[in-house]
């Protein structure tokens, strides 16, 4: 699973699957948490976040709609996903 983008300890990931389940989403970890977080909706639909990281990451979800859109598309056609810029 491709790492996307990383910042402040948050690490993003997107499965390199082309039978990956819908919604288009992103995987998100950071120490001993984990969510998924749901790219159309910007919410986290699985999993949690600590209140400081989860805003981050809803923001940049937000932020970079649609490049994480092109890379959904990318990794359902089995191809690799592009790295997004991280929070800065």
């Avoid at 699973?1 to 997107?14: A, H, N």
């Avoid at 932020?63 to 996903?81: R, T």
Wanted: net charge negative; proline share 9%.
């Amino acid at each position: 699973m491709p790492t996307i983008s990383m910042f402040y300890g948050i690490i993003i990931r997107m499965y390199y699957a082309p039978k990956e389940h819908p919604p288009p989403h992103i995987h998100v970890y950071y120490a001993e948490f984990k969510a998924t977080v749901d790219i159309r909706s910007c919410e986290i639909i699985q999993g949690d976040l600590p209140t400081k990281q989860s805003r981050l990451v809803l923001a940049w979800v937000e932020l970079h709609q649609e490049e994480l859109m092109a890379d959904w598309k990318l990794v359902m056609n089995s191809e690799e996903p592009f790295k997004i810029q991280p929070l800065q």
